[in-house]
């Protein structure tokens, strides 16, 4: 259908009454909220063929800036279904950082630059970053490239310049940090980019702000070209986009943003919930508000449950969403023991909802806080054949920080391990550098041996090195050496934790608290956790008291060896965090790790305005599922070492108890579930008396150490007992069998199945 064709009833009959009204209104700045699943694409997508089919604007007159080029291509690609691909080709579309970059292209000369200038990404912003400071003779450690060139980024978007920044609070503040010099090495940033005529990606926002301040023909030029300007998921610009918006709109008001402040999750990359909260204020001309309710995703129970969470949220344009699909189910709780049982839960779930609703496992997703809440889960998928895969981002036994430690795990037992010993000879950085390294593997070729070899009896192969190299690679040596001989007696944790100490590798991850590097120390940590839960569980389900590294490299090989296997196009689970999973739904969701020091993250409690972003998150979490939510919280998860009592997330309270259901108990095994379960919670229960009362009775406190022997053995347990342990949660005791030291019970647990447990070590409470 061209252009001509094109009538205003066939454009609006296919929208709500909401949607029509926001696509017909053009005469002034335009605010539409739209709730999650309410159809915002579809408003803007109409909307800009109204323009042109109604208003007959010129498609090169239409600016519709989005937040990634994959949007983008969408909507030209729908647009051109409704008025003709010939017209949608000509729309002045796509993304802030690309629509600008065509802009200062043709206008570079007035600002200094040539029009071929490179635009850095982040590798090369940070790599300047990184040369700027050792030709400053500053120290590496304390100015981290990474998290110097986060911090220009940060000002850059703030549109803070450096002689700016260097009298601001931003740099007063850098001086209390004990790093006064981030503002000379931003000037010389600045300065740098400009002699090698470049631009990084923030600097296509600066620069085009600059030209249209300081130029006022450039910018009276681009106002009268962009006559309607579209903005997508205005809750997540910053402040230099917001400004860029006004200096092109604010003369005429042809201005329509579309967003929701509900789903503003992302100030950490910048993004300012204020900029569509205080939207209407900008304007002369006056703003309409217009708001998108209807949710044509998810289920009714679902939609209600989540907006109980964000009303309590005090910042906030008030909405109600609702939705005309079936009722569905309340969002359900499941309380677990541990994160291990957690993963069991919800593998168990997955199960269960494939056979009942005839899903495929495409159909399902696991969103959490933090990346590192993926291993748990990755390892009981494995387990159970579940296949899965990690939505943008890495399989945990693939991130970079686990790959180091590992490499460091297999120098220790095998130090001609070649290719682990070339990733960790130099990291942390120890002054072996490539050179040294190139010469050892000369040497080794020469003689027939391994590099370890050499490193071993330099002088007896006569490598080649200078004193000072001889002596750092002699104590890397030694270093090896000495965890090497600790293998046989100490347990994988304990040397494993030691080597991640005394490698530097801790000092390395710890060394800034940027987002990327507080990722990297999540994951260290949740490894560590890992750890210690295989040496417990191995020495309680009687596989050896002393379980060695060794023990733990065999059993993360099968796990890596995995994550290689599985068909591209076979369907799979979804992990990924709620971040990343902003824009997308699917028919089941879980929410993981809803506890306190999780979710919320604990660095944002002591912050109402960072709290109500984590409830936006979880906000965000619920309104992707369609058919099914369900959400788990565990009590107890090995943290630095041991393990640690959780308790549920503040957010779960704040969703209406009426729509949430907590599920504590079912039958095991065929066995009946009122011999020993607790009573599932009434979905009408109340929501705080599931945190104070039900809470403590499903799932109590246990921080006891291993019970001593006059509690074990066939007087103290029976078989019929039911127990509640530490990880495995509820079960009920199907045989004790042995005497003393060596009594073993064998328990049918709730979730986690059958395990023979060597009760010395085990960690229960009888219950019955």
Known sequence: MGINEITDDSLLEQLNDSQREAVEYCGGPQLVIAGAGSGKTRVLTYKIAYLLAHHRLAPWNILALTFTNKAAREMKERIGRLVGHEQARYLQMGTFHSVFARILRAEAETIGFSANFTIYDQADSRSLVKSIIKEMQLDDKAYKPSSVADRISMAKNHLLMPQQYMVSSWAADDAQKRHP???????????????????????????????????????????????????????????????????????????????????????????????????????????????????????????????????????????????????????????????????????????????????????????????????????????????????????????????????????????????????????????????????????????????????????????????????????????????????????????????????????????????????????????????????????EEDQGENTLLSDFLQEVALLTDLDSEGDEDQPKVTLMTIHAAKGLEFPTVFVVGLEENIFPSPMCTGSMRELEEERRLLYVAITRAERHCILTCAQNRFRYGKMEYDTPSRFIKDIDPRLLRVEGGAGISGIAANSYHRPVQNPRSVATQFIADVKPRLIPVRKETPRPQSAIGNIGLREGNVIEHQRFGIGIVVKVEGTGENTKATVDFRNAGTKQLLLKFAKYTIIS
């Not at 402040?239 to 200096?247: G, M, N």
């Not at 010469?439 to 192969?461: G, R, Y």
Request: charged share 25%; glycine share 6%; proline share 2%.
């Open 181 to 539: 010099q981030v503002g000379a090495i931003y000037n010389r940033y600045v300065e740098r980019c400009r002699q090698a005529n470049a631009m990084d990606f923030d600097d296509l926002l600066v620069q085009t702000y600059l030209l249209f301040k300081r130029y006022d023909d450039i910018c009276q030029k681009y106002v009268e070209r962009f006559q309607y300007v579209l903005v997508d998921e205005y809750q997540d610009t910053n402040f230099a986009q917001q400004e860029i918006v006004l200096q092109l709109t604010q003369q005429h008001g042809r201005v329509c943003v579309v967003g929701d402040d509900a789903q503003s999750i992302y100030s950490f990359r910048g993004a300012n919930i204020d900029n569509i909260l205080d939207f209407q204020k900008k304007y002369q001309q006056g703003t309409r508000l217009f708001k998108l309710e209807q949710n044509y995703r998810s289920t009714q129970l679902i939609v209600q449950a989540a907006n109980s969470l964000i009303r309590k949220n005090e910042r906030q344009i008030h909405k109600d969403v609702f939705s005309e699909n079936e009722e569905g189910e309340c969002l359900t709780l499941k309380p677990a023991y541990s994160d291990r049982e957690e993963a069991i839960i919800v593998c168990n779930d997955i199960k269960r909802i494939s056979r009942q609703d005839g899903a495929s496992y495409g159909d399902f997703a696991i969103l959490y806080r933090t990346n590192a809440q993926s291993r748990s889960f990755e390892e009981q998928m494995r387990k159970d054949g579940i296949p899965y895969r990690i939505y943008g981002g890495l399989s945990f036994y693939q991130r970079k920080e686990i790959k180091d430690v590992i490499a460091y795990f297999r120098v220790v037992a095998n130090p001609n391990d070649e290719e682990a010993l070339r990733r960790i000879i130099n990291y942390p950085a120890r002054g072996i550098g490539d050179t040294t390294v190139a010469k050892i593997v000369e040497t080794a070729n020469l003689h027939h041996v391994s590099l370890w070899d050499v490193i071993q009896q330099p002088i007896v192969f006569d490598l080649k090195l200078a004193k000072g190299t001889l002596g750092k690679l002699e104590a890397f040596k030694n270093l090896v050496n000495g965890w090497a001989e600790r293998m046989a007696v100490e347990d994988a944790y304990s040397l494993g934790h030691s080597i991640i100490m005394e490698s530097g590798i801790s000092r390395d991850i710890y060394s800034s608290n940027n987002p990327e590097d507080l990722s990297r120390q999540e994951n260290l940590e949740e490894f560590l956790g890992g750890m210690q839960d295989f040496v417990e569980s191995r020495k």
